[in-house]
């Protein structure tokens, strides 16, 4: 089985996300190809032909990043950073383009395309969440969705992911693979 992680992440949770989902593929398939791709690198030939797509990132203003919501949000951390005299760690890439750039480029695929839609997000039931709009926008790209879109927490803007989120992400990954065939005799 060969699977693309796409994800955007910029304090580097969603990364760490998208590795634990990774680490679940391969545990239910030993065999298993797994790439990680940043949003803003991704191509098209990511996406084509491979056996699973899964499509993740952080929340923000309720829902999927947009350019200005990262901008905005960048910019918000780095004061708040800077008046406690500390300096702000962003994931590499965090300020290019993200997961609203890369659907923009998606084309569309045929039936039997297998997808998976995930997101980090504050625990607040009112924080909202960006998986609903990946999911949607994986679909409306032709994409079957294998499970429900997913949310893992995370304790505050920066992080760090919430006790349990990266077992619960590996877990969340290999209920992902699809049982083996059985031959019947």
Same mark, same amino acid.
Do not use: C
């Given at each position: /089985? =060969? ?32 790439? #990680?791709? +940043? ?7 990511? *996406? &084509? !032909? ?7 990132? %952080?929340?923000?203003?309720?829902? /999927?990043?947009? =350019? +200005? ?5 960048? &910019? ?12 702000l760690d962003l994931e590499p890439g965090a300020?290019?383009?993200? #997961? ?23 625990? *607040?039931? #009112? &924080? ?16 079957? #969705?294998?499970? %429900? ?6 304790e505050g803007t920066e992080g760090p992911l919430?006790?349990?989120?990266? !077992?619960?992400?590996? &877990? ?14």
């Amino acid at each position: /089985m =060969e699977a693309v992680i796409i994800y955007e992440s910029l304090f580097g949770n969603t990364h760490a996300v998208a590795e634990a989902i990774a680490e679940g593929v391969r545990h239910a398939d030993q065999h298993a190809r797994v790439r #990680l791709v +940043r949003a803003g690198e991704a191509e098209a030939a990511d *996406s &084509a !032909a491979v056996d699973l797509l899964i499509v993740g990132g %952080p929340t923000h203003v309720l829902r /999927m990043s947009s =350019e +200005r919501t990262r901008q905005s949000g960048l &910019a918000g951390e780095e004061k708040k950073a800077e008046s406690h005299g500390q300096h702000l760690d962003l994931e590499p890439g965090a300020e290019g383009p993200g #997961l609203r750039e890369w659907f923009a480029s998606l084309a569309k695929v045929g039936a039997g395309h297998r997808a998976a839609a995930f997101d980090t997000r504050l625990g *607040s039931h #009112l &924080a909202g969440g960006a998986a609903h709009g990946i999911a949607r926008k994986l679909r409306h790209h032709g994409y079957e #969705l294998v499970a %429900p879109p997913q949310g893992f927490v995370v304790e505050g803007t920066e992080g760090p992911l919430t006790k349990g989120e990266r !077992a619960r992400a590996q &877990a969340w990954g290999a209920s992902l693979v699809p049982a083996p065939a059985h031959t019947q005799v």
